[in-house]
């Protein structure tokens, strides 16, 4: 884990303290919504440039292993975040709707990071990523219209748009330049400056992000602080069933590592910006995917630690 890495929340926050700071600068506050969109979009095209999508095939080297992460990510993971936000949430449909995308979203990049800080498997949990990244697409869309269609908050249109703008575009433009690129030695250099730059976007996306809605946060501090109580509650429960199955599976230490990794880890940037686009005039469903990051890194750091300490009686 590289310094860049570890100090990822930190970076995260101080963009968030940064534009809260400088949300009474006239010309920032102009500019913010435009940064949003732009660095957002910016980080998606570096995050598909980065997959090897055409590699889906190996998410099927190990059957078992594939099945068992794909079930709890996509159909026990979004139930299970339904529940817990209907418990501590119900009050609030915004920080419901943020709080599920952020669950929704398996994560395609730093999961990486832990696992092999855990010892996992490294291939196996690299084979896993293309498939969530085409499944999350696919399903977040279709799991915000099942559960909230009836909530008057989600706007098909607004929906339809931030997956165009977000996902559609991005993703074409980056496959285009991998194929107009394809064997050309230019390709590994694009790829490589934009992956080491995709915390640089995110980081100005949410200075945007704050220094915009600095009001609209600093108006709902003790509303916003009950997210913490599910999204610990879904890293602890998970963390146990991770556990459980993988014993019940007959898991070796590395596949369990590997699977605690991809079924903990979330992919709030890509959330973020579909919430953005989707909900311009619900704040704190954005502001609370942002929240998320804070609080699941170090968590994923405790439970690396956790998982070496099972590794020794496994």
Partial sequence: MDLIEKLEPVFIFGAVILGLLFNNVEILKQISPSLITIFLALMLFALFLDIPIEDIRNSFSNIKFTSTSLLINFLWTPLFGYFLGNLFLNGN????????????????????????????????????????????????????????SSSNTIQIMDLANSIL?????????????????????????????????????????????????AESLLNNLDSIGILFIPIILFFVINTILDY????????????????????????????????????????????????????ELPVLYIVSRITLKIRENY
């Fill in 244 to 295: 459980f199955v993988s014993r019940k599976l007959n898991f070796t230490y590395e596949e369990y590592a590997s699977l605690t990794f991809t079924t903990l880890a979330r992919n709030s940037p890509l959330a973020l910006a579909i919430a953005i686009s989707s909900f311009p005039h619900n704040e704190l469903i954005a502001i609370s995917l942002v929240i998320g990051p804070l609080i």
């Fill in 93 to 148: 449909v915004d920080l419901l709707i943020g709080f599920f995308m952020l669950i929704l979203t398996p994560c395609t990049d730093w999961y990486l990071v832990f696992t092999k800080m855990a010892k996992g498997n490294l291939p196996l949990s690299l084979s896993i990523l293309p498939i969530n990244l085409i499944l999350q697409l696919i399903l977040l869309p279709v799991y915000l219209l099942l559960f909230f």
């Fill in 165 to 213: 703008t977000f996902i559609v575009i991005p993703f074409v433009a980056a496959n285009i330049v991998k194929y107009l690129l394809k064997d050309n030695v230019m390709l590994d250099k694009i790829t490589n400056t934009f992956s080491n730059c995709q915390l640089l976007f995110l980081c100005i996306a949410i200075f945007g992000l704050f220094n915009t809605e």
